[in-house]
């Protein structure tokens, strides 16, 4: 069979560029530690007000350790609990978010936190503030009317 240089040529390169896309997103899979929803850690969004440790949401730092943190916040329209986190510029925090209702976003402005959080699951990011200053918590998945009053802050002292 004859295939014409052009055509051999364009076949070519559309197959080098599936092979580029298919290698750039498996590197950043694997490098970013991205797993299938069957990885994460599950909860029953029915008893989370008294599953530990959301049952005392907040702040809290990583034992033995002198700058990383654990944030656990809970998305339960049309508020986050707690509204405002403090956290010491240099902390490195891996914030921890599930819902007991329906489907929030939990959007930390000026940094690349951005999860989607569904009832039944803890969704978690971690990130180093550098920088003193006010970061705004914004939940970017529309839940409900109220969806626009559901935000928070994230305050680096
Ligand atoms: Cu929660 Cu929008």
Known sequence: MHIHRLERLWLT????SLVVFLAILATAAISEGIVPPSHRQTIDPTKVAETPPFD???LRPVPGSTNEFEAY?????PFFTPHE???????????FVTSPDVVHGF?????????????GWVSSETHVF?????????????CGVEHHFMYGAVMVR
């Open 13 to 16: 390169f559309g197959v080098v």
């Open 130 to 142: 550098r920088a003193r200053g006010q970061h705004l918590l914004l939940c970017n998945e529309y």
């Open 56 to 58: 005392k949401p907040g």
């Open 73 to 77: 916040v809970i998305a339960r329209y």
């Open 107 to 119: 959007f930390i402005t000026g940094t690349d936190v951005n999860m989607m959080v569904v009832p």
């Open 85 to 95: 986190i403090d956290v010491p510029v240099g902390a490195k925090v891996t914030f």
